[in-house]
């Protein structure tokens, strides 16, 4: 730096130099939006191939069951028809929702939500990824915990999480996701624990820092970038939230969201339900 530029800076007023700072504050939060964004659309970028296909199966569902419709001509076999194809086009619409409200979704706005039925949707954009790869999934939604989050960033957290279980399960595996509430702790969580190839301890403590990663790129390109964990982390914890990892090579790992419950609110108790990839 020149003798001149120097001068210039150390000369600054306070008034100056804190414009400096708040303008240089405003960069780093518009390139970490920008970051988180990108991210998203790199979760999108992985599920793409799953979801054409996805689609491809309710288009040949609607069109098998036209084709029925239109060559019996009897009241039951035409009902049944119209059901399926009302069945196909709810799906269809079900995942359009869920995906353009997720690509899009960049407030900052917090609202009370249903931890549950965050999940819910989630799962409705990644089911059948993890059918493709066969990825059994299980459920487990022991209460109904409400916490005020950004529904958006949240669920682009487990979307992460997810698609990086689904990637340490190269060939198959046990996808477990749970939702409770820890009354005593006061906090609703959610773990995602998969039965892949672990995390080695030596870089467990690392696995949260920026461009530290344990895998690389998959073939379409996605992961081994190591912000995804780096990002979830910084989101969690923007909620007042935990995020914990536990993980043994050679069995899998299981990550822990921990957010602060409404005060309220209740956790009303669910049921259980299991979801199996087909076979083929």
């Known amino acids: 730096m020149s003798s001149s530029g120097l001068e210039s800076s150390t000369s600054a007023t ?16 518009g390139l970490q939006q920008a970051l988180m964004q990108a991210q998203k659309l790199s979760s999108v970028g992985a599920l793409s191939s799953s979801i054409t296909h996805e689609f491809n199966n309710i288009l040949t569902t609607v069109i098998n069951y036209s084709k029925m419709g239109l060559r019996h001509k009897d009241v039951a076999t035409r009902e049944k028809a119209f059901d399926k194809i009302l069945s196909a086009g709810q799906r ?23 931890l549950t039925e965050l999940v819910q949707g ?23 915990p409400f916490a005020l989050i950004n529904a958006g960033q949240i669920q682009q957290v487990l979307m992460n999480l997810v698609i990086n279980a689904r990637q340490a399960m190269d060939g198959g595996g046990r996808l477990f996701i749970a939702v409770k509430t820890n009354e005593e702790a006061g906090f609703g969580e959610i773990s995602v624990r998969d039965t892949g190839a672990g995390i080695p301890a030596d870089k467990l403590p690392k696995i949260f820092e920026p461009f530290f990663s344990t895998k690389t790129a998959d073939e379409q390109g996605q992961g081994g970038t190591g912000l995804g ?52």
């Open 14 to 29: 306070p008034e100056a130099l804190q414009h400096r700072v708040t303008e240089l504050q405003d960069e780093v939060a």
């Open 122 to 144: 989630v799962l409705v954009l990644v089911e059948k990824d993890l059918q493709m790869h066969r990825v059994r999934l299980q459920t487990d939604y022991y209460s109904q």
């Open 92 to 114: 269809a619409a079900k995942i359009t929702t869920g995906m353009l409200s997720y690509a899009r979704s960049q407030s900052d706005r917090r609202e009370l939500v249903d």
């Open 229 to 280: 964990l780096s990002l979830c982390r910084k989101i969690i914890e923007a909620h007042q939230g935990r995020i914990r990892v536990d993980s043994v090579v050679g069995k899998g790992t299981s990550f822990t969201l921990k957010f602060p419950l409404a005060e309220g609110q209740p956790s009303t108790s669910v049921a259980t339900k299991a979801t199996a990839a087909p076979a083929g």
